[in-house]
């Protein structure tokens, strides 16, 4: 079975902190996702990776990097967290040419 | 990709069937009809996917009308467990970049 982990199920950081997510994948997939996901706004596509040392933007980019160094990690970075990224975090896995999508347990990050 | 249109929340008996519709009137001959769900506190999981035939498998049917522009997924026998949020997404299959979600519908499966 694919397995996607995440880091940490709760987070808690403050204010202005730089916060790493990692998220892992055990499948030898190529392509590497990270989601937000708000009550009411369903999932919001922050970042993806095709590739190793690759990233393309999704539909929500500010305040977020990423970064994949090797092929089966994929971490999301927020470099001075703020209040409103507080969220629901989730990874994603797929392969290539490979319909079915796998997801993380997802993050819960609250910033206070 | 072809932006889909869900009804926002569904209600259904246990044991009924579930019937959630989707428009995606502005789908294009290439892209293909997937269905997702989300169960409370967990990722996303892949249902179903389809081009233009009907498709079923263990989980559910899918039905796609002939001119493309909606679906319908379909649990049989809907049981409390299937109480979750419901995406549809349209996309072309060998897309090797986003899958974007949109906020689904909501189906509460009522004892």
């Known amino acids: 079975d694919v397995k996607v982990t995440q880091s940490s199920r709760y987070l808690v950081k403050r204010t202005g902190e730089k916060v790493f997510l990692e998220c892992v994948q055990d499948m030898d997939h190529e392509n590497m996702f990270w989601y937000r996901q708000d009550p009411g706004l369903g999932l919001r596509l922050i970042y993806f990776?095709?590739?190793?040392?690759?990233?393309e933007k999704g539909d929500i980019p500010e305040g977020y990097s990423v970064s994949r160094e090797k092929k089966e990690r994929f971490s999301l970075i927020l470099e001075s967290a703020s209040t409103n990224q507080t969220s629901m975090y989730l990874c994603a896995s797929r392969g290539q040419g490979v319909y079915e999508q796998y997801f993380g347990p997802g993050t819960r990050l609250t910033v206070t | 990709d072809a932006k889909t249109t869900q009804p926002t929340s569904m209600d259904c008996a246990e044991g009924r069937a579930a019937n959630l519709p989707c428009n995606h009137s502005t789908i294009s001959g290439n892209e293909y009809v997937y269905w997702y769900r989300q169960i409370h506190s967990q990722g996303p999981q892949y249902i179903i996917h389809?081009?233009?035939n009907n498709e079923t498998n263990e989980m559910a049917s899918l039905i796609i009308t002939e001119d493309r522009k909606s679906s319908t997924l379909i649990l049989p026998h809907a049981t409390l467990r299937d109480t979750a949020v419901y995406y549809c997404?349209?996309?072309?299959?060998?897309?090797?970049?986003?899958?974007?979600f949109g906020a689904g519908t909501r189906l509460t499966v009522k004892p």
């Open positions: 990776s095709y590739d190793v040392k690759m990233k």
């Open positions: 997404i349209v996309r072309v299959k060998y897309n090797n970049n986003d899958m974007r």
């Open positions: 389809g081009l233009k």
